[in-house]
Structures are given as structure tokens and as C-alpha cells.
């Protein structure tokens, strides 16, 4: 039935679905997984770095995580280079509204104006979907804290806790089951490697495989955007237990 139905964007089935979206959502689904935890004190983001061969050179740049503003970032699983062009578009969106009103853009409003720029990916002919989903992590004024999902629709929700890319089902079930309102920055890296550890493709995970950043407020009140390096991802596995030191140095 989905043949007939398929070829457009804006067509809809019979059964009131957008087959394109869909199938968008799928591509994102073979993808590198990617976790977002809210804590009391920041937020934490962590995501699966997937090595296709090893001839190939590991970037020195980020590949999973961007910062967008001063007190936003963002986790990526999907196409990179449909993440690019969104990424950019939200950088020129949040200097805009600072440039305009002396202030940093509150994080929900920098959300669903880039949403709506994905959705109009979905209405009009000859486009297709951003194959690309998004957490977005970020501070304000008004709310603090906030945590952000959103996917090729269009459509951005606010999570405590949620997981895009491959066996995101599996690790929205663990999340579930362990994730506490209460629980400090520390205790979101240990559950957020915790869940990477059991869902991830690979049997191991090192530092070479995975990206964790977390924004939180230093003691000024200043919003920072910290990016692990692999030295200290390494103490991190070692500490938790996910991986042994003699792993590490051999």
C-alpha cells in the first residue's frame, strides 16, 4: 500500500501517514545512539561515535556534539551533513536574537524555530526530510535546566531524560526504569554511560567510541559548556568500572 503513497513528502496515505518522514526517522534509527540527561545541577549528553574502519582518520573536532550558543548545545544522531546545515541555521538564529535584544535567546524559542524550518521540510514539493534528530541542551533565565527532543517532523518535546539513534527503545526503557528527579550531574554521566554500556552494536566501550559533554553553571553563575577529552573519558570508564586500566594502556 505504501508504493502508491511513498514518492512525496506532502502526500498523505490513507492511513493519515507521511511515509517520507517516516522512513527519515529510520535512517536516524541506524545511526550512532545518542543520551540526554536532565540533572538538578546541568545537564549531560553523551553519544556513540561509530568507527567504520581503522584506516580512518578520528576527527579532532566533535562529531556528535556542537555548541550552538554560550548556553546551548546539542547531540546529534542522523546525517551529518543535514546536522550541519541546521546547526549553523540555529548559530545564526541565537546571534540574531542577541544582536536584537542584548540577551541570549531563551532555549525552547531557539528550539521550535528550528523546528519549524524542519518542518516546512516535510510541506512543500521537491524537498525531502532532515534526516537528523536533535538533543538540545540548554540554560535560561526562566527555566533553567531543560532538556530537548526533536525529529525530522518537525515535532520538539522536553524530556527529563531520552535517547535518539540505534536501540533508542532499549535505552529509553533503562532510563525509565533508573532515572532519578533528584540526581546530581555525577550520578547522570554514571547512568548515562550505564546505558550506552548495555545498547550499544560494539562489546566494548572506550574513549575512542564515545563523546560526553555536559553545560552547567559555574560558581559566578555563568552557563559553561564542558567537553570531555578522551584522557578524562578514560579516568570516567575506569571510575565507573566500564572499563578495565590495563584495557586502556595496552
Partial sequence: MSRRYDSRTTIFSPEGRLYQVEYAMEAIGNAGSAIGILSKDG???IGEKKVTSKLLQTSTSAEKMYKIDDHVACAVAGIMSDANILINTARVQAQRYTFMYQEPMPVEQLVQSLCDTKQGYTQFGGLRP???????????????????MSDPSGNYGGWKAAAVGANNQAAQSILKQDYKDDATREEAVELALKVLTKTMDSTSLTSEKLELAELYLTPSG???YHVHSPESLTKLLVKHGVTQPAAETS
Avoid at 532532515?130 to 530537548?148: E, I, T
Fill in 222 to 224: 555563568t552557563v559553561k
Fill in 43 to 45: 545537564v549531560v549528553l
Fill in 130 to 148: 532532515f534526516g537528523v534528530s536533535f538533543l538540545f541542551a540548554g540554560w535560561d533565565k526562566n527555566y533553567g535546566f531543560q532538556l530537548y
